[in-house]
């Protein structure tokens, strides 16, 4: 009774109050106001494209085209995209917020909740140096005063536009960035056929083609460290047209990024084409401070009007100047200890070895897993790693005997780390386990028996840079170090972020980077490949401080005819090592002709693994006389231009060739995977990129009967080009190679 009294007393209150008190508060809404700017059309331009962002009088910023040169670019000042009031244009850096409703290239929260950002253009500049014209696009949101740059790095003969954005936090508070992408592309065409790759441990780089319809198709990794073993963040774009090797606009792009990544495919109602790619916000919504700034990886774009082979050619030239860590130089043929001794060698195994590699021809010899560990010997997989002392009961006389010996039988010489990775019996493991990446009451998952170093910690940074450092250190004729990476990230968390999870994903790869260039700096000559449990870490973002990757761990020649032909669709042959393995394969139990495993390895950086005294005298004789004659044409395989004449995917034959700059040599391998039709034994290849007037003369290497009934004797480029050459295959698994010299 009490209570109803009380409620009664506060309503007649309030009948009594005057009407202005009871009055809501009056909204008001008041806009920032956005400078007006001087409409006009910005090109970066290239030789042979030219991408056109439109700049209308409030600043806006969009793409309106991206392709062949058009011309002047001020004809497309007032082009109309077409889009009506309720869809926004193709910004060519969409956000949350103003009037775009696409898929974003930028997600901000503000420290008062709003997720909001609208970019205007402030100014823009242009720069060049050694055949790079850099176009920057400052941008600005005036209510936040969040800050953009969007930079353009066009390389001009190379037909390459490499894309990155800056993100600047002027403010007194931190904001966090959900997405933060690091370009935009907006294409408009009849279709959209994409050519994308994915694969698992031995499968790497297998290809999948779709044409693409409305709504997104996104590609993504969240391995955290092994960003390329479920896919590979690039792909190949034919527009208009179904996928073709030599006509039809093209294009292909690659982020240079070894973490977590996401490339989207957004075809709106309106029929275009909306790409945006970058590092995937998949547990990173990163916090920028107040005064710091973030700069995303490159996205490289290459557009071509001669389809995916043009494309290809395109990016193979930027990366063997720009992308790859002293690209395009000859790297030595080598053999490695792994499939030939396993972890299971002493000092006489190795020499042994070195004498046979020597004797074959071979150039360089590579000691590979199982070297170290001496309280927990590295005598399998399940211990050692961490621990990167000699294991003295194998190898009693030293790392540097062995290099001094390979050295003194004129190999150079290479040796395996891991320095990522942790076993958990180890004296690393036990000495700082807070140094384990882990998540607090949780299982540390363990992959291949190991666990991960949080690299986003400094000390473990410096620990692994000093891995590097000391190996290299034992002993002065060490020329080469492979670098692997076994596994991949589960439950991920880093004691030294505290609770700034998000921050984990980008800060590890940005601390192998730390670590990268530390390697650099000290060691810009030695070659250092990139492994991860083969194929796993194959992008343009390891490869500006690698020489070369480890494609696959599966070397089956078979299996390697597919898993080169996806890798050479983005990336060169000078980066692809390929090895001659012993049969029945380890990893899928084919046999196969010792020519073949040869020829297919020789298509890209050859090296053999396994035990050479398995080897018969014929066989050997065989070796010899491959490795030989590849080093008679290996600088075309590492500098020249690539035609694929044939896929593997489309039927019983695969064939590729490399050309000079100058045309006037090339050579073409040629390789016959299924033999069905008993009365067809030849097969014609229409030889592409030779000059037509000049006279090539053609000749089979590593046989004594060639299978080719022109072998020896000189043909126009015309003719090689119109179907004349036609070699006869009577087996599956067989193969030829053939090179060409101009008259």
């Not at 990163?286 to 290809?312: C, H, N, Q, R, V």
């Not at 050692?384 to 001094?404: C, F, H, M, Q």
């Not at 036990?430 to 986003?456: C, F, K, M, T």
Request: glycine content about 8%; aromatic content about 12%; charged content about 20%.
């Amino acid at each position: 009774m009490k209570l109803k009294t009380i409620a009664l007393a506060v309503l007649i209150a309030a009948a009594v109050l005057p009407a202005q008190a009871r009055k809501a508060k009056k909204f008001t809404h008041e806009t920032v106001a956005i400078p007006a700017v001087e409409a006009r059309v910005i090109a970066v331009e290239t030789a042979g494209t030219q991408l056109l962002l439109q700049v209308d009088s409030r600043g806006e910023v969009r793409t309106v085209h991206y392709g062949a040169p058009v011309g002047d670019p001020a004809q497309f000042t007032d082009f109309f995209t077409g889009f009506n009031h309720n869809f926004g244009a193709p910004n060519a850096y969409p956000t949350v917020g103003g009037r775009f409703n696409g898929q974003e290239a930028l997600h901000v929260e503000y420290p008062d909740g709003s997720q909001n950002t609208e970019l205007y253009l402030t100014g823009s500049e242009v720069s060049s140096r050694e055949g790079i014209v850099t176009t920057t696009l400052h941008m600005k949101d005036y209510v936040t005063a969040l800050e953009v740059d969007l930079v353009y790095d066009a390389h001009q003969a190379e037909d390459v536009i490499a894309m990155h954005s800056v993100i600047r936090n002027p403010g007194k508070k931190p904001v966090r960035l959900r997405n933060f992408a690091s370009a935009s592309l907006n294409l408009a065409a009849d279709s959209f056929e994409l050519t994308h790759f994915y694969g698992g441990w031995a499968t790497e780089m297998q290809i999948d083609r779709e044409l693409l319809t409305h709504d997104t198709k996104v590609l993504e990794s969240r391995r955290g460290t092994q960003n390329t073993q479920g896919n590979n963040p690039s792909f190949v774009l034919s527009l208009g047209h179904p996928f073709s090797e030599t006509d039809g606009a093209t294009i292909a792009g690659a982020l240079a990024w070894s973490g977590n990544f996401r490339i989207s495919f957004e075809l709106d109602q309106s029929d275009r084409l909306n790409i945006v790619s970058g590092i995937s916000p998949f547990a990173s919504h990163y916090p920028l401070a107040a005064g710091k700034s973030f700069t995303t990886p490159e996205m490289i774009y290459t557009w071509s009007a001669d389809g995916a082979g043009g494309a290809s050619r395109n990016l193979h030239r930027w990366a063997r100047k720009w992308g790859v860590w002293n690209g395009g130089q000859v790297n030595p043929t080598l053999l490695n200890s792994w499939e030939g001794a396993y972890f299971n060698f002493t000092t006489e195994t190795l020499l042994r070895m070195i004498d046979d590699a020597a004797d074959m021809g071979l150039e360089m010899f590579v000691l590979d897993d199982g070297w170290f560990g001496m309280q927990h010997p590295r005598n399998s997989d399940n211990a050692g790693l961490g621990d990167w002392e000699l294991n003295t009961r194998k190898i009693p006389e030293g790392i540097d005997y062995v290099a001094s010996y390979a050295h003194s039988k004129g190999l150079k010489f290479g040796i395996w780390i891991e320095p990522e990775m942790v076993n958990p019996d180890s004296n690393l493991a036990q000495a700082h386990p807070d140094w384990v990446v882990q998540s607090p009451g949780r299982e540390i998952y363990q992959s291949r028996n190991q666990w991960i170093l949080d690299l986003s910690n400094p000390a473990v940074q410096d620990f692994v840079f000093g891995v590097f450092d000391r190996t290299v250190s034992l002993s002065p004729n060490i020329d080469y170090i492979k670098w692997d990476c076994n596994r991949r990230v589960m439950s991920f968390g880093s004691p030294y972020l505290g609770a700034e999870q998000d921050r984990f994903y980008v800060e590890y790869i940005q601390g192998l980077y730390s670590v990268c260039e530390r390697m650099r700096a000290k060691y810009p000559k030695l070659i250092v490949q990139c492994c991860s449990a083969g194929g796993s870490r194959v992008d343009y973002g390891a490869l500006r401080y690698f020489n070369e990757v480890w494609p696959s761990d599966n070397s089956d020649a078979i299996s390697r005819t597919r898993i080169q032909w996806g890798t050479s669709l983005i990336y060169p042959a000078c980066v692809m090592a390929a090895h001659v393995s012993a049969v029945p394969n380890h990893q899928t139990g084919n046999v196969t002709p010792l020519k073949f495993r040869f020829d297919v390895a020789a298509s890209g950086r050859l090296g053999m693994e396994l035990q050479p005294k398995a080897l018969s005298a014929e066989e050997r004789a065989l070796a010899d006389r491959c490795i030989s004659s590849y080093k008679g044409y290996r600088e075309l395989v590492f500098g020249g231009d690539l035609y694929r004449l044939a896929s593997p995917y489309d039927g019983d034959f695969y064939a590729l060739m490399y050309v000079s700059p100058d045309k006037r040599r090339a050579v073409v391998f040629c390789y016959c995977l299924r033999f069905q039709n008993c009365s067809i034994a030849t097969h014609p290849f229409l030889l592409q990129g030779l000059d037509p007037a000049l006279s090539y003369k053609v000749t089979e290497q590593n046989v004594d009967s060639s299978c080719w009934w022109g072998d020896g004797r000189s043909f126009t480029g015309a003719f090689l080009a119109g179907g004349g050459f036609n070699p006869a295959f009577e087996k599956a698994n067989t193969s030829a190679v053939f090179v060409l010299e101009a008259q």
